[in-house]
């Protein structure tokens, strides 16, 4: 498995696609119950194989990710080839970018830039990046970071 399998509430919601994958594996309703019956590996072969082609489309999906903690925040703009990390920290340890907004302190920032290629798959990066507590975000938060560093190297070549 390249991924996880699909809990039970995430199969419940897909159950419609998971019965279209079970019929064209030749996997019809008599079989399926004979298998849960009596074959548990099988079962759970076919639950993983269906729930690494569901994350492998949602995966190649997303194009923004976030991890915040007190201390940082990091964006990402996953690209075809390469990841954007906009990373954002305070100068003052009394800041919490949990509780606390970028407009409270924004002349106390240290903002920083940089890229790289992926080393894996760019959808087991994002995977990654999602079990080590990403959360999806939009274009336009992106943008406002990516915004906030522009305004950041601005200032110091001034």
């Avoid at 269906?50 to 703009?77: C, G, M, R």
């Avoid at 409270?104 to 992926?118: M, R, V």
Wanted: contains cysteine; proline residues 1%.
């Amino acid at each position: 498995m390249k991924y996880r399998s699909l809990s039970n509430e995430e199969l419940a919601e897909l159950e419609n696609e998971f019965k279209q994958f079970l019929i064209s594996n030749n996997v019809y309703t008599e079989e399926w119950e004979a298998l849960n019956k009596k074959k548990a590996k099988k079962v759970q072969e076919l639950v993983e194989m269906f729930s690494d082609i569901v994350l492998e489309k949602a995966l190649k999906n997303i194009k923004y990710l976030e991890h915040v903690t007190p201390n940082d925040i990091k964006s990402f703009k996953c690209d075809a080839t390469e990841m954007v990390l906009i990373g954002i920290a305070s100068k003052n340890k009394n800041v919490d970018f949990t509780k606390d907004t970028l407009a409270d302190f924004a002349d106390e920032l240290d903002i920083f830039k940089t890229s790289k290629p992926y080393h894996k798959e760019r959808e087991l990066e994002v995977f990654e990046l999602l079990q080590s507590g990403c959360t999806l975000i939009d274009e336009e938060r992106f943008n406002k970071i990516e915004l906030a560093h522009t305004y950041s190297t601005k200032e110091m070549k001034n």
